[in-house]
């Protein structure tokens, strides 16, 4: 009953930025953990960030200090904030939330959106 959307991924140069959107629908309790995950060419999908429904946040070492996680859960929505972005960030950008409905809880995963760095 879950649906997670997607927004923000395209193309930017090197040293831009890019906002991604992820908004979870349908009948909600509550979220738990919500986070980003990457996912590039040949290589396993790697988590990238995540925030507790509290807000508490981590980061993988390569990101730190470029993208920055934020949550609103009024809206049920989860960012990311990507900065100075590299050659290398270029991957299939998945969101992922933790979600509650009436009895039930496990993860929802979005579509994925891509996210292409040119040199």
């Known amino acids: 009953q879950v649906q997670l959307v997607e927004s923000g991924g395209g193309l930017v140069q090197s040293g831009g930025s890019l906002r991604l959107s992820c908004a979870a629908s349908?009948?909600?309790?509550?979220?738990?953990?919500m986070g980003w995950y990457r996912q590039a060419p040949g290589k396993q999908r790697e988590l990238v960030a995540r925030?507790?429904?509290?807000?508490?946040?981590d980061y993988v070492d390569f990101v730190k200090g470029r993208f920055t996680i934020s949550r609103d859960n009024a809206k049920n929505t989860v960012y990311l904030q990507m900065n100075s972005l590299k050659p290398e960030d270029t991957a299939v950008y998945y969101c992922?939330?933790?979600?509650?409905?009436?009895?039930?809880?496990?993860?929802?995963w979005g579509q994925g959106t891509q996210v292409t760095v040119s040199s």
């Open positions: 992922n939330a933790d979600i509650r409905l009436a009895v039930t809880r496990r993860d929802y």
């Open positions: 349908g009948s909600i309790l509550r979220i738990y953990d």
């Open positions: 925030i507790t429904s509290g807000g508490n946040t």
